[in-house]
T-cell receptor, first 115, second 115 residues
Framework: NAGVMQNPRHLVRRRGQEARLRCSPM?????VYWYRQLPEEGLKFMVY????????ESGMPKERFSAEFPKEGPSILRIQQVVRGDSAAYFC?????????????FGNGTRLTVT | EDKVVQSPLSLVVHEGDTVTLNCSYE??????LLWYKQEKKAPTFLFML????IEKKSGRLSSILDNKELFSILNITATQTGDSAVYLC???????????????FGQGTILTVHP
């Protein structure tokens, strides 16, 4: 019974490159959430997606960041032209329709390092 | 804007000690309060509290919510070195009348248990 799967676990990018982070939700879950954890800080909500729809992107930076959750395949968080300040751990969580009042369960995260 | 504040920010104890971690919150349309334990990777779920005054227990850990004074505590008795972690508190609200997994996290309490 696989949990939320994220890959890669670690990602190193040079300034100006693109970063793509992938998240496969738990089986049967159609709601995905992305959170970012900067060094020495708590997790901050970024975006909430259902299949093919962005429901709430109030936590996403206005530029360079985008997210999608296609009908088939994992959810993707894309960061264009990365800068050093994007270095952080990015966590994904999922829930089912019926589980909206259930606690979120997180993946192991992707640690992005921008050099 | 929803706000969650944890105290202390860090705590160092010896094995066998009892610790109390604090979490205060200011949340519009409060739905629940959650505690997570984070070691090197994914935050792992501990408790979800929705009703005031009802204690939840899991082994040596317990937690209670006071939704009049707007705080929660997490107690760990007979601490062990394996309890060393960051403990995160998060609030969930009924944003826009629809409940989902948009959590507001505190900055965490770093607990270090020495042998």
């Amino acid at each position: 019974n696989a949990g939320v799967m994220q890959n890669p676990r670690h990602l190193v990018r040079r300034r100006g490159q693109e970063a793509r982070l992938r998240c496969s939700p738990m089986k049967g879950h159609s709601h995905v959430y992305w959170y970012r954890q900067l060094p020495e800080e708590g997790l901050k909500f970024m975006v909430y997606l259902q299949k093919e729809n962005i429901i709430d992107e109030s936590g996403m930076p206005k530029e360079r960041f985008s997210a999608e959750f296609p009908k088939e395949g994992p959810s993707i968080l894309r960061i264009q032209q990365v800068v050093r300040g994007d270095s952080a751990a990015y966590f994904c969580a999922s829930s089912s329709i019926r589980g909206r009042n259930s606690p979120l369960h997180f993946g192991n995260g992707t640690r992005l390092t921008v050099t | 804007e929803d706000k969650v504040v944890q105290s202390p920010l860090s705590l160092v104890v010896h094995e066998g000690d009892t610790v109390t971690l604090n979490c205060s919150y200011e949340v519009t349309n409060f739905r629940s309060l959650l505690w997570y334990k984070q070691e090197k990777k994914a935050p792992t779920f501990l408790f979800m509290l929705t009703s005031s005054g009802i204690e939840k227990k899991s082994g040596r850990l317990s937690s209670i919510l006071d939704n009049k004074e707007l705080f929660s505590i997490l107690n760990i008795t007979a601490t062990q070195t394996g309890d060393s972690a960051v403990y995160l508190c998060a609030s969930a609200s009924n944003a826009g009348g629809t409940s989902y997994g948009k959590l507001t996290f505190g900055q965490g309490t770093i607990l270090t248990v020495h042998p």
